[in-house]
Every structure is written in structure tokens, then in C-alpha cells.
């Protein structure tokens, strides 16, 4: 069996004007990639601060590595790497010098040059760091989290605002440090993100946990494999739809209809075949393999870019 | 292939990080360094001991004018000027001049006896024009000229811009450095490592001290060059005096920043601060203007204290003993703004 590093029952922070996270339970175990899911709001900053010990809980018990942040504060800081969400190091600091300085924090850790060709940034060694671009930023903001050799890695919102190739040198670094056997929390509101890095996720809205589950388990969670996406003119109703074949559930967007099928070969033809007898006209049509975003789309009918 | 170092102490770098980022912020530099420097050489030459200057006075034309006027011009005194009976009068009305002769044969001294200059000059005018018609003087005295150091405008002065120095680098560089960090969500990401925040904040007192000698070595060392302004005291005391002050303004400097969340906030707290000690604490004119019933306020002020220290040890040549009141005022400032800047210090 392995053994829980991070675990948090029932955790509530409530401020005036919301409940920013409203009785959430989590279970990480170690050596795996567990992320939260969710939109912009849903409490995944609030949950993973608290767990990070930078913001107190209302309620609620959190035990990382079987330590509480009231006890034992200095050893879990120790122990625990984090990289919060919209860092900005000092600008005419250099690279190095930035490392070094994280490193002396630390008892134990690696040699920062060593860090520094781990991550790809021994070019920029000496570098200051107003000079870096956004994804070298947001690696040495990882190597800096990563200097205490920790045991838990916690990332906040690691891959905003990153262009497409930042994005997978950063997911690269993300895996270096699983397979040395480190375990990973990350939130992201990007469910790519989520399916490519974690083992289990936890989907959040409003400040509680909505499903659980590797990624997998999670899209079957739909029973629907396939998801479909028309506009029609006029629309159809979701008495037309519910009897096309293998039809699992429909959510409408504006005009559009979002529908989930067992079978494509299916499916389709008896949709168009269901707008030919209302006698509408079909404007467009596309299909894709149901994905983490659409089990969002069909937990709360919202999608998680936009929520 | 990079060297490779040992790990160095967590307050060690931390100081380092603080000395590069402030070394290279070119505008700090300017205002740290720079700028006292240009102040010194501004007010000195502005206020700088002028050699005596000649008294103007007026002679009407007449007969005897030529030949007093040649009188008159030899006296290093003096500076002489034939004037129309009507414009005589009227420069000496004015002011313009200090004494006016008139009378053809025997003269006659026109002059307001309340203006000191006037009753100098009707000396100095008479003693010229009697030596010039032949009269003997019983005794020609020799004479010795003082100008006392340390009791010139400039050796008021230097103190009390080191004093305002120490000051203002003290509180603005940490006050800029500690928000801006906060500003940038830096302090929160320090308070997730096992860093100790006695060594952040030691580190801020550090990096202070350090540039403090360099900053008081630059100004005392060229006012001693132009300005001949020395330090007569003990060096001891001055080096503790100028130690403790800065301590306590970084501390005054925690205090200030240890809650400011934006630049606006840290610049209108530093105003209000400091504002009150340019004016009261002696810096550029002494406080001994003030009301008594004040005075006591002023010297518990930090800028009026080390102000006050530095002028005794550089002006009067005194110890550390007689500066013991002032060293202390300052000691309390820096335990009391520490110790409550600290305890209410916003990391997040």
C-alpha cells in the first residue's frame, strides 16, 4: 500500500463575499502527479496555499508527509518545494545568483549548476533574470523550487500564459522529477495539461471537489466516448436528439449542441437524418474524442475556459 | 565548466543578493552617492567664507575730491566713488553706500550712526584721510587673524547632510526594496522556503551598513579635501555614531515598510516621516529656533540625535561619553522600530 503524502479532510476557507473552498477532501499519494482541475475561481489557489501552508484554513484537517503546519513547520518546509502562481524574482539578479540564494535556504539540495543543465538553463547561467523570456522565468522559477530536493512539488498554475513549446520543456521538468521520485501537485484550469501530467485528478468548482480519478477513468466516466458539436437552423429540441442512437446526454451552448454518443457510425447519420425530418438546415458539424473538458462541460454545463 | 562553490550561509547570500541589486540599480546609485555630493558642493560654494569685503562710500565732487579719493583708494578697506552732491545722497539714502564726505576744506562725514557699516567706515575714512595729511600714528600694531574652524556655516553643515543621508538612503532603500519584493509576491515566495526571517531582515540592516561606510567615507573625505571640514573628535565615536544612526533608520525603514502593500503608499509614509526632521532636526539651520516647550521633542527625533552627535564629534572634538545621550536616543529608536516593524511585518 502506498503511503498518503498529502491528505486533507473536509478543508473550508470562507471569505465575506465567498466560499473560496467549501469542504474539500484529498488524498495525494506518493510518487504520483495528482492535479486540480478547474476553472479560474473554483478555489484551487486557496487550496493549494493552504496545503502549502501560506494561508490558514476556517476548518478543516490538512497532514502533509503525516506533519501538520502548526507542529512542524520548519521540517516541512524543508521537504516541500513550491512554486506559486505569478512569481517575479529579482529582475537584476542573475540566474545563478537566484539559485544560489534559493539554495542556501535549504539543508540539503543539489549543486545549482547541476540544477541549472537539469532544467535546461545552463546557458542562461548568467543571465539576469528581467532578461529571461516567460518560459525560462517560469523554470527557474521550478528550479528554485526544486533546490531543496523536495519530497513534495507543489505548482501553481505552472504552464499560464506559456507558448505552446515553453509549455512541454516545462512538462519535460515536471516528469524528470517524477521519475527521480518526486510527487507533483499542480493545478491547472488546461485539461491538456492535466491529462498528459497527472496520474489522478480532482476536478473543483466552487471551492468542492466534483469528481475524482485518473484521466481516463474520469472521460468514462461520461459513458460516452464520442462527443458531437452541430448548429442547426432552426435548432432542435432534446426530444429529437435523446432518440438518436447510443445517446448519452446533451448540453447547449448559444446555438450549439453538444451531444455525447457510444458510436460515431451511429450517431451520426441518425442525427442528420433526425434534422432532415424537422426539416432544418445543418450550418456545421464536428466530432472529437471526449476529453476532461467535456466531463466539465457535462458536471456543470459550463466549460472550464470560460467559467 | 562553472566553478563550483560551497554552499555559503543563508544571511551571507542574502546580503550579497541585496549589495548587487542595489549595486546595480544605476538611479540608486545616483541618489546614494551622487547626489549628497552634488548638495555639499552646491550649499558649500553658496555659503562659503567670503575674504571682507570693501565698505563703499562717497565722496562729492568738489575741489578736494581728486586728492581724497587717491587717499581713500589706498585703504584695503574702502572702496570710494565721486558722486554729484544729489546722487550722493541719494546712494547713501539707499544704502548703497555707508558714508558720504562732503565739505571742501574741512570734511564732513554724512552718515547714519545706527548702521554698523557706517560707523565703521566713518573710522576707516577718517583714519585714511588724517594719515594722508601727514598725521603719525604713536603705535603701529600688529594683527592676528583667526577664522576658527569648526564654527563656519560648512562645518554646520557637513554633519547635518551626512545626518539627512544616512537618513533618506536608509529608509528608501529599504523601504523601496522591501515592498517592491512584496509587490512581487517575492517575500511570500521566501516565506515558503525554510529561510528565516530574522536573516531577511538582518540581511536589510547589512546591506545598509555596508553601503553606509562607502556613503559617509565619500562625503566626509571630500569635505575634508574642499571644504577643509575634519572630524576633531574621536574617530571611534564618530564611526559609532554614524553606525548606530544608520541602524536605527533601517530600522525606522522596517517599520515604515513592514505593511505597505504599493510604492504610493511607502512614498507617502516616508514623507510624512521624514518631512518633519528635514525641517526640525537641524540639518540645514539649527533647532535652537524653535520654541523651548518643542525643543524636547526635536532632540528625541533620530535625525536631531545623530545630527546632534555629529556635530559634537566632528565640530567640538568630542568623545563617546558626551555623546552617550544621543547614542542612546538612537539605540531606543532602532530596538523599538525593529522589534514592532518585525512583529507586524507583512509577508503576503
Known sequence: ?307 | MPEKRPTRHALIELTIIRLKEFGREPDAVFWVFVFPLLLTVALGFAFREKAPERIPVGLIDGPAAQQRLAVLKKSPALQPRIYSAEAGREELRRGKISLLVEGDVTPVYRLDPTRPDSRTARVEVDDALQGGLGRRDVFQAKEEHVTEQGSRYIDFLVPGLLGMNIMGTGMWSIGFSVVNARLRKLLKRMLATPMRKSHFLAANFLQRLIFLVVEVAVVTIFAWLVFDVAVRGSMTAFIATCLIGGASFAGLGILIASRAKTLEAISGLMNVVMMPMWICSGVFFSYERFPDAVKPFIRALPLTALNDALRAVMNDGYGLVQIAPQLAILTAWMILTSFVGLKIFRWQ
Open chain 1, 1 to 307: 500500500m502506498t503511503e498518503s503524502v498529502i491528505v486533507c479532510r473536509d478543508l473550508r476557507k470562507h471569505y465575506p463575499d465567498v466560499k473560496a473552498v467549501d469542504g474539500l477532501d484529498l488524498e495525494v499519494l506518493r510518487g504520483e502527479c495528482f492535479g486540480l482541475l478547474g476553472p479560474n475561481g473554483a478555489g484551487k489557489t486557496t487550496t493549494i496555499e493552504i496545503l502549502e501552508g501560506l494561508n490558514t484554513p476556517d476548518g478543516g484537517e490538512v497532514r502533509i508527509l503525516g506533519m501538520t503546519w502548526e507542529a512542524d513547520e520548519r521540517e516541512l518546509r524543508e521537504r516541500i518545494g513550491v512554486s506559486l502562481q505569478e512569481t517575479q524574482l529579482a529582475e537584476k539578479i542573475t540566474v545563478v545568483e537566484t539559485l544560489r540564494l534559493f539554495r542556501s535556504f535549504y539543508r540539503n539540495g543539489p549543486d545549482p549548476d547541476d540544477l541549472l543543465r537539469r532544467l535546461s538553463l545552463d546557458e542562461k547561467r548568467n543571465a539576469r533574470v528581467g532578461k529571461l523570456s516567460g518560459g525560462q522565468k517560469q523554470r527557474l522559477a521550478v528550479a528554485c523550487a526544486l533546490v531543496g530536493e523536495p519530497d513534495i512539488l507543489f505548482l501553481d498554475e505552472p504552464t499560464t500564459g506559456l507558448d505552446p513549446q515553453s509549455r512541454l520543456q516545462l512538462w519535460d521538468v515536471v516528469q524528470d522529477y517524477r521519475q527521480r521520485g518526486g510527487t507533483v501537485l499542480l493545478t491547472t484550469h488546461y485539461m491538456e495539461e492535466a491529462e498528459r501530467l497527472c496520474d489522478r485528478i480532482a476536478i473543483v468548482d466552487h471551492g468542492q471537489r466534483i469528481a475524482l480519478g485518473t484521466p481516463q477513468e474520469l472521460i468514462a466516466r461520461l459513458d460516452a466516448p464520442h462527443i458531437i458539436e452541430f448548429v442547426s437552423t432552426p435548432a432542435l429540441g432534446e426530444a429529437e436528439l435523446a432518440s438518436i442512437g447510443g445517446f448519452h446526454g446533451a448540453a447547449k451552448r448559444g446555438d450549439r449542441w453538444q451531444l455525447r454518443v457510444d458510436n460515431l457510425a451511429i450517431a451520426v447519420p441518425e442525427l442528420l437524418a433526425a434534422i432532415e425530418t424537422r426539416g432544418a438546415r445543418l450550418d456545421t458539424l464536428s466530432t472529437h474524442a471526449a476529453t476532461l473538458e467535456d466531463l466539465f462541460v457535462a458536471l456543470t454545463g459550463r466549460e472550464l475556459r470560460d467559467a
